[in-house]
C-alpha cells in the first residue's frame, strides 16, 4: 500500500455552512487506520489548519473558519494529497474548475505571515470533468480562467506525465485553445474515450510539462502503472552512500548520483516516492535544479535515517516495488566499523 494517496471534494451547500466534511467511502476504507484522531491540512500559501477525524462517521470536524477564510462555495472542489502521518494538502479549485489564486491568509493561531503564490512559476492546476462530442478521445479545453493567466507560456509542443512517470508527447493549440495528443493515455487506461473517465486534473509545471492525475467514479486516484523495466536498467535503481553532510540535524539535501540518471530523469521537477522496509514505509520528496543536473532528496529524509539508524558510511539500496518509478524497496548495507 502506497504511502501516498488523494481524493477530490466537491463541496455541497449543506458543508459549506456546516463545520463537517464527509470523506470517500473508498479512501476511509482504504487509509483510516493509518490517520490519526487529530490531522492538519496545509494550503499552498502556508495556511495551516488542524481538524478532527472521526473515522465511525467517516468526517472531518473543523472546518467552518477554513470556509469562512477562502470564502468557499457550494460547486467548488478540493483536492486532498494525504502525505502520510497526520498531513494533507490541499489544493482549492474555484467552479470553473481552475485552481484559486490564494488570498494572503493565513488562520488566525499561526504567527507567520502568508506566502504569495507566484503563478505560473510555482504550478497551476485545473479540473476537467466535461468531455463534448459523442466520442472524445483526443482532446480538452482549460478553463477560461486558466487560459487568460497561462496560455501564453505554453509552448507548442507539450509533455503529459502520469502518476508512474509515464510520458506522453501532445500540443497546444493556441488558436482554439486546444491540449491535444490524449488518445494515448485512453489506451494507456484501457478505455475507449476521454468520457469513460470521471475526472482528470492537469497541474502546469512549466517549460511545456502538464502532470496528469486520473480520478475514478468514488474520487479517488486512480495509479497508472507503467512497466519500468521497459525503460530502465535492471534493480537496484540507484544507491546512496551516507555521508557527513545527511546526518547534520538540519541537513539540506541528499545528491542521488548521476549515475543513476536513467531513473532520475523521468522524474519531475518537484517529486516523491515512497521507500520501504518491513512493514514500515516513508515518503521521500525529490527536487531537482534548475538545469537538471542533480536530483536531491529533500522532505523525509531526517525521518527515514532516524528511523533505520543509519550512519556515516551505509549504502541505501533502493530496488524497484512493483514495477513503478514511484515506490521502492530499501535495504541497507551497514558500513564495517571497528570497535577502538
Keep these: 500500500m502506497a504511502c501516498v494517496s488523494k481524493f477530490m471534494k466537491l463541496l455541497t451547500p449543506e458543508e459549506c455552512v456546516s463545520n463537517e466534511m464527509v470523506l470517500p467511502d473508498e479512501f476511509v476504507d482504504k487509509y483510516a487506520h493509518r490517520i490519526p484522531i487529530g490531522i492538519k491540512i496545509k494550503v499552498r500559501n502556508g495556511y495551516e489548519l488542524w481538524l478532527d477525524f472521526v473515522k465511525t462517521y467517516k468526517r472531518f470536524f473543523g472546518l467552518s473558519i477554513f470556509y469562512k477564510d477562502f470564502k468557499l462555495r457550494s460547486g467548488q472542489r478540493l483536492l486532498f494529497e494525504y502525505m502520510g502521518g497526520f498531513n494533507f494538502n490541499v489544493v482549492i479549485f474555484g467552479i470553473c474548475g481552475s485552481e484559486i489564486e490564494y488570498p494572503l491568509v493565513v488562520h488566525e493561531s499561526q504567527e507567520r505571515e502568508a506566502r504569495e503564490v507566484l503563478y505560473p512559476y510555482d504550478g497551476w492546476s485545473f479540473v476537467n470533468d466535461h468531455f463534448p462530442g459523442r466520442n472524445p478521445v483526443d482532446k480538452v479545453v482549460p478553463p477560461f480562467?486558466?487560459?487568460?493567466?497561462?496560455?501564453?507560456?505554453i509552448p507548442n509542443r507539450v509533455e503529459y506525465v502520469l502518476s508512474d512517470g509515464q510520458r506522453i508527447v501532445g500540443s497546444y493549440c493556441h488558436s482554439e485553445c486546444e491540449l491535444t495528443g490524449l488518445a494515448s493515455l485512453c489506451h494507456i487506461?484501457?478505455?475507449?474515450?476521454?468520457?469513460s473517465l470521471n475526472l482528470l486534473v492537469f497541474s502546469y509545471e512549466g517549460g511545456g510539462t502538464f502532470k496528469i492525475a486520473v480520478f475514478d467514479k468514488s474520487m479517488l486516484e486512480i495509479h497508472v502503472h507503467v512497466n519500468v523495466h521497459q525503460n530502465v536498467s535492471n534493480s537496484p535503481a540507484f544507491r546512496i552512500l551516507v555521508?557527513?553532510?545527511?546526518?547534520l540535524e538540519y541537513c539540506h539535501g541528499v545528491g542521488i548520483s548521476k549515475d543513476f540518471r536513467n531513473v532520475t530523469d523521468l522524474w519531475l521537477t518537484q517529486d516523491s516516492f515512497t521507500a520501504y522496509s518491513d512493514n514500515r514505509c516513508w515518503r521521500l520528496e525529490i527536487k531537482k535544479r534548475r538545469d537538471w543536473a542533480r536530483t536531491e532528496i529533500h522532505g523525509g529524509w531526517i525521518q527515514f535515517r532516524d528511523d533505520m539508524q543509519l550512519g556515516i558510511g551505509d549504502v541505501?539500496?533502493?530496488q524497484f516495488k512493483n514495477d513503478t518509478l514511484h515506490n521502492f524497496n530499501v535495504r541497507v548495507i551497514k558500513k564495517i566499523r571497528i570497535a577502538s
Excluded: E, R, T
Design 145 to 153: 480562467y486558466f487560459i487568460d493567466n497561462i496560455a501564453a507560456m
Design 189 to 195: 487506461l484501457g478505455v475507449p474515450n476521454l468520457k
Design 243 to 247: 555521508q557527513q553532510s545527511h546526518m
Design 316 to 318: 541505501c539500496v533502493f
